[in-house]
Each structure stands twice: as structure tokens, then as C-alpha cells.
T-cell receptor
């Protein structure tokens, strides 16, 4: 069955360092991969979308890579700040209109 | 422009009761969907719609009904509430671009439902 895996353990890093979050998937042929941020008690907020034929996408301090051979996406936040502390979700969409989410990884940035 | 709105914010139901969670968007988005979020489980797709009059099942549709009579509204009905339906429910909408893939989702603030 289709499966999306994100590290369930929280990632704890020092302010100023680069945070790297991983999203792995199996039994899936996504056309797009998306990353969202979710703060406690709120709905997810869209951050970045990358297509299957793109290797890398950047937006300000954010960078996403997409390796369809490894079936993996990496999400990087450079020069991390305490305000970046949140849960980050990856989501995959294929031609079926369904958007399927991973369970998310919590990021804690220490001042 | 209110985006995606959901009502109510909180609801407590007794087992066997029915209710409707409301969702509305003012962005003229074709695609709307409902997710539930449980601790450690992430967001799971319940039902989705690609336009008025068109709905389809997601990953966990049992116990829920939907309809889409207008572009703006996509209510979720719980037919006979069960404790297993205790969760936080999110509605989302997006446009459908060329190729029909669902793009970036705009989420509502969520409804926290408890079934006792």
C-alpha cells in the first residue's frame, strides 16, 4: 500500500543552524510533492511545491529537493530561527486528485 | 476575502448523534477536501470534490457523507457519531491547474470534535 514516512522524533537544533527534514515514500508515483507548516491548534499552511521533473526548489531560506529514484524529498531551513519551530508536513499528489499527507516532523529551534 | 471558514470550532456529541460540519471558501476554488487529524496519524483524507456535484472517497470515508451543491460550500455529515470519530477535522480548498492535479491547499482553522 502507499506509504509516506516522516521522522516521528522531533528535530532539535540550535538557532542559526540548518534544519533538514526527510520525507520518504513507497508504492507511489507522485506528480507533485508539497511541504506545509503547521502550528499548534491551527491548520497547515502551504510552503513549497516541487514537480517530479524538478530536482530542487528554493524560496527565501527554504530549499526542497525531490529524488524520484530514491523516493525521497529533503526540506532544508537555513539560518533557522526560534520562529521556525513548528511541525512540517510533506504531501504527495498524483493524477487521482488525492493529496496524501505524511504524519509530520516537529522542529524545535533553540535560541 | 475570508479564505476557508469552518464551523463550529468545537463540538461535543454523544454516540449515535448526527451532525454536519460546515466548510465554505470564497476563492472560487474547484477542489475541496476534508481531512481528519489524530495524534501520530497525520492528516487523513476523508472525502474530496473537484467541482459542484462531484465527490469521491479518500482514505477513510466510512461513517461520513459529503455533498457539493455549490462551488463555495462542502459540508461533512457524520451519520451516527462514534468515539472513534473523535478528532480534529480540517477542510481545505485549492484550484485545479492544467493536468487536474490538486495544487497548494488552503486550510480552514479546524473543528475539534469529541464523541462521548
Amino acid at each position: 500500500s502507499q506509504k509516506i514516512e516522516q521522522n516521528s522524533e522531533a528535530l532539535n537544533i540550535q538557532e542559526g543552524k540548518t534544519a533538514t527534514l526527510t520525507c520518504n515514500y513507497t508504492n507511489y508515483s507522485p506528480a507533485y510533492l508539497q511541504w506545509y507548516r503547521q502550528d499548534p491548534g491551527r491548520g497547515p499552511v502551504f510552503l513549497l511545491l516541487i514537480r517530479e521533473n524538478e530536482k530542487e526548489k528554493r524560496k527565501e531560506r527554504l530549499k526542497v529537493t525531490f529524488d524520484t529514484t530514491l523516493k525521497q524529498s529533503l526540506f532544508h531551513i537555513t539560518a533557522s530561527q526560534p520562529a521556525d519551530s513548528a511541525t512540517y508536513l510533506c504531501a504527495l499528489s498524483d493524477s487521482s486528485y488525492k493529496l496524501i499527507f505524511g504524519s509530520g516532523t516537529r522542529l524545535l529551534v533553540r535560541p | 476575502n475570508a479564505g476557508v471558514t469552518q464551523t463550529p470550532k468545537f463540538q461535543v456529541l454523544k454516540t449515535g448523534q448526527s451532525m454536519t460540519l460546515q466548510c465554505a471558501q470564497d476563492m472560487n476554488h474547484e477542489y475541496m477536501s476534508w481531512y481528519r487529524q489524530d495524534p501520530g496519524m497525520g492528516l487523513r483524507l476523508i472525502h474530496y470534490s473537484v467541482g459542484a456535484g462531484i465527490t469521491d472517497q479518500g482514505e477513510v470515508p466510512n461513517g461520513y457523507n459529503v455533498s457539493r451543491s455549490t462551488t463555495e460550500d462542502f459540508p461533512l455529515r457524520l451519520l451516527s457519531a462514534a468515539p472513534s470519530q473523535t478528532s480534529v477535522y480540517f477542510c481545505a480548498s485549492s484550484s485545479l491547474r492544467f493536468g487536474g492535479y490538486s495544487y497548494e491547499q488552503y486550510f480552514g482553522p479546524g473543528t475539534r470534535l469529541t464523541v462521548t
